[in-house]
């Protein structure tokens, strides 16, 4: 082990965009001498030895519900309390393995700063947040029992550590009011709720929508197509990581954002080996 500060690589980018073989690649690509770990964010509990993995699919199961019942604030808070798992998680792996390396598909920080408008939106929705949970523990009793028990342990336990005192369906309009602020702001407040801070780079993987859309659609294997999957859903995404790219940039000048085509066509190993050398990755 070694007691080089871990570099914290973050790969980003609709669905579709090649996520998986990108890090695939990736892991090739370090030098025998690199150790390099990796795992997945929201869905933690998809990584052998991660821990929280039964809160993680008690999550998971939040968000299926709020699918079930229809319920697309459910659904946004389901994914901002699977982000809140992911400092604990960043830290047992550093802690743990001390990698030179560190690799997570998806980062909660910049996931929530390219769904900050979709959070706004949501949060302005009024309705019955303590009748439409009390329909999605309805959901959780019969699919991931104690669940429910679980999740409102889990919450109660985040609000002391932050000193706050909102009720669990309350903390989307908190979430919107995070988002809304200017760039350094909400990166730092939302830092504090997921407990990590912005990676040392961030490879977003670019592709056209409607190739990415082609993809999911194929990967599905004729299954209905889901909502967050359509081309023109996944159009507003790769909007939202253009914008939040340039935020970032702008207010971190420091951060390495790096670009890659992962368009048909494109020689997948050429642009991930040109990104590892110019972005200088694996530099012992």
Not at 120 to 127: E, V
Not at 140 to 164: F, K, N, Q, V, Y
């Amino acid at each position: 082990m070694s007691d080089t500060p871990t570099r914290r690589v973050a790969v980003v980018g609709i669905d579709g965009c090649g996520k998986s073989s990108v890090l695939a690649r990736l892991r090739e690509l370090a030098p025998r001498t690199t150790t390099f770990e990796s795992f997945t964010c929201p869905d933690f509990h998809d990584t052998r030895n991660a821990p929280f993995a039964t809160l993680s699919r008690q999550l998971k199961a939040m968000s299926d519900g709020a699918d079930t019942i229809g319920n697309l604030q459910l659904k946004a808070l389901a994914l901002y309390l699977q982000m809140t798992l992911y400092g604990p998680v960043e830290r047992f792996f550093t802690d743990t393995y001390r990698p030179a390396v560190l690799v997570c598909e998806r980062h909660p920080l910049i996931e929530t700063l390219v769904y900050g408008p979709f959070y706004l939106l949501l949060a302005g929705i009024d309705g019955n947040g303590a009748a439409a949970f009390d329909e999605l523990r309805a959901v959780l009793d019969r699919t991931e029992p104690g669940a429910h028990d679980a999740i409102t342990a889990w919450h109660a336990a985040e609000m002391r550590r932050l000193g706050e005192k909102f009720e669990l369906w309350e903390l989307l309009g908190e979430v919107a009011d995070v988002v809304g602020a200017d760039t350094a702001t909400s990166v730092a407040a939302l830092g504090a709720r997921y407990r990590t801070t912005l990676p040392d780079a961030v490879l977003w993987l670019d592709v056209p929508p409607a190739q990415a859309a082609a993809r999911c659609a194929l990967r599905s294997k004729g299954a209905v197509m889901e909502a967050h999957e359509t081309p023109e859903f996944l159009d507003t995404l790769r909007g939202g990581y253009l914008r939040t790219r340039d935020l970032l940039t702008a207010a971190f000048p420091e951060l390495r954002f790096h670009t890659i085509d992962t368009s048909d066509g494109v020689d997948l190993d050429e642009s991930v080996s040109t990104c590892v050398t110019e972005g200088r990755l694996f530099d012992e």
